[in-house]
Nanobody, 124 residues
């Protein structure tokens, strides 16, 4: 069982930056691949970024490549999403998720545990 708690969301102007954090409560954090997803208003949840257990491999959605960066601290059991050059279309609820299987999966159904989400709003 994994409990995930996101923080760091808020309101930011276009072009600004935010850093999201995800705290994990589990005894075996490194076995989990971690991902960030987002759900814009009225749309389906979508993959944003993912990272493998030791932090050596990452994947990004094309829409955030070169603007967002995912990282993890396995000692503190934390996952981070650094978001730069934010755009209004980045507005969404952002979710942290943990997956037991796969390399760095990109599908919603591959993830076993989810946080409650944190709102990110980017104003134009």
């Amino acid at each position: 069982q994994v409990q995930l708690v996101e923080s760091g969301g808020g309101l930011v102007q276009a072009g600004g930056s935010l850093r999201l954090s995800c705290a994990a409560s589990t005894g075996a954090f490194t076995v989990y691949k971690m991902g960030w997803f987002r759900q814009p208003p009225g749309k389906e949840r979508e993959f944003v970024a993912g990272i493998d257990g030791n932090g050596g491999s990452t994947r990004y959605a094309d829409s955030v490549q070169d603007r967002f960066s995912i990282s993890r601290d396995n000692v503190r059991k934390m996952v981070y999403l650094e978001m730069n050059s934010l755009k209004p279309e980045d507005t969404a609820i952002y979710y942290c998720a943990a997956a037991l299987f796969g390399h760095v999966p990109m599908s919603v159904t591959s993830y076993n545990y989810w946080g409650q989400g944190t709102q990110v709003t980017v104003s134009s």
